[in-house]
């Protein structure tokens, strides 16, 4: 459950964020909105990666990919 906790707090960190720069509540939904359905789209494939590759090759890639999208984020 604590594992889950990250995947489940973006949203909230991601509409806070948008807000406290100054972007409109619409952006900040639709951003919001965007990791969801990254998230949605995403789950499947990583299950499929984990099946196929192992624990290690999954994780790094996802934690990889997961750390440039929140740092391009953070960047704009």
Sequence with gaps: MIGHLPVAMAPPAILIAARADGGTL???G???AVYG???AIGHPLWGRLLDRRGHYPAIGLTALTSAAAFTGLASH
């Design 37 to 39: 359905l990254a998230a």
């Design 26 to 28: 619409s952006l900040a």
């Design 30 to 32: 639709a951003l919001a």
